[in-house]
């Protein structure tokens, strides 16, 4: 679809705003309005993410940032050293590893921001919109299941990070796991939802990404 006329649109609109905390392209401004359909709702939620990111403190964060500290021994996710077969970066989640009743929410939000600035990065190095995502449920029980988590993750991907994620591949999803989406589902739009792709087995995934590229060491 040409948004080229949204583009423009908006575009003035952000010349009476000096924006401080966020780089803005067309690119970027293609990606809100994608997300949020109209060009006034674009221009808010651009505001909403300039706003955020200060008081967030996103430029300070770094790999020695408390939350993301704390974080980072739970071996739940890895950005990968690779890419899929569209040459987007790769991140893996082993959601067994995760602990409902361990986690701090507020340091994995801080963790989620700091991954999700590390994708984007690479993203920008490889000249691709958008990233992968690999959720593994192998191994999966209802101790890791944490819906608060997940709606902190999706609300930092709708709200600041739009369009970023292009697609999720959900491995290994247990028998017990449908009633789970059902309820998921419900939170997704149409646009979000396409994105989720459950893979049925390993000539399915190959599709997406070379088989090697699956973690062995997170356990």
């Given at each position: 679809?040409?948004?080229?006329?949204?583009?423009?649109?908006?575009k003035?609109k952000?010349?009476?705003?000096?924006?401080k905390?966020?780089?803005?392209?067309?690119?970027?401004?293609?990606r809100?309005?994608v997300?949020h359909?109209?060009v006034?709702?674009a221009f808010e939620k651009?505001?909403?993410?300039?706003?955020?990111?200060?008081e967030?403190g996103?430029?300070?964060?770094t790999?020695d940032s408390?939350?993301?500290?704390r974080s980072?021994?739970?071996r739940v996710?890895?950005l990968?050293?690779?890419?899929?077969?569209l040459?987007r970066?790769?991140?893996?989640?082993?959601?067994?590893?995760?602990s409902?009743?361990k986690?701090?929410?507020?340091d994995?939000?801080?963790?989620?921001?700091w991954k999700?600035?590390?994708?984007?990065a690479?993203?920008?190095?490889?000249g691709?919109?958008n990233?992968c995502a690999?959720?593994?449920l192998k191994?999966?029980?209802?101790?890791?299941l944490?819906y608060?988590?997940?709606?902190?993750?999706?609300?930092?991907?709708?709200?600041?990070?739009?369009?970023?994620?292009g697609?999720?591949?959900?491995?290994?999803?247990?028998?017990?796991?449908?009633?789970i989406?059902a309820i998921?589902?419900?939170?997704?739009d149409?646009n979000?939802a396409s994105?989720?792709?459950?893979?049925k087995?390993?000539?399915e995934?190959?599709?997406?990404?070379?088989?090697?590229?699956i973690?062995?060491?997170?356990d």
């Open positions: 679809m040409d948004r080229s006329a949204d583009i423009a649109k908006l003035e952000l010349k009476v705003i000096e924006i905390n966020m780089e803005i392209d067309d690119k970027v401004l293609r809100y309005l997300a359909r109209k006034d709702a651009i505001l909403a993410t300039d706003k955020w990111r200060e967030f996103v430029a300070q964060l790999g408390p939350g993301v500290k980072q021994g739970h996710y890895r990968l050293d690779a890419k899929d077969k040459g970066p790769v991140g893996y989640i082993l959601a067994r590893n995760h409902f009743r986690r701090n929410l507020e994995l939000t801080q963790f989620i921001v999700m600035e590390e994708g984007c690479r993203c920008q190095e490889s691709i919109e990233t690999l959720y593994d191994g999966f029980t209802l101790a890791s944490d608060p988590l997940l709606r902190v993750l999706y609300s930092t991907l709708i709200d600041h990070y739009p369009e970023r994620l697609v999720c591949l959900v491995l290994n999803a247990p028998a017990f796991f449908p009633p989406w998921l589902r419900t939170w997704l149409e979000s994105k989720i792709k459950f893979i087995n390993d000539e995934l190959a599709t997406y990404v070379d088989l090697s590229i973690p062995t060491d997170m």
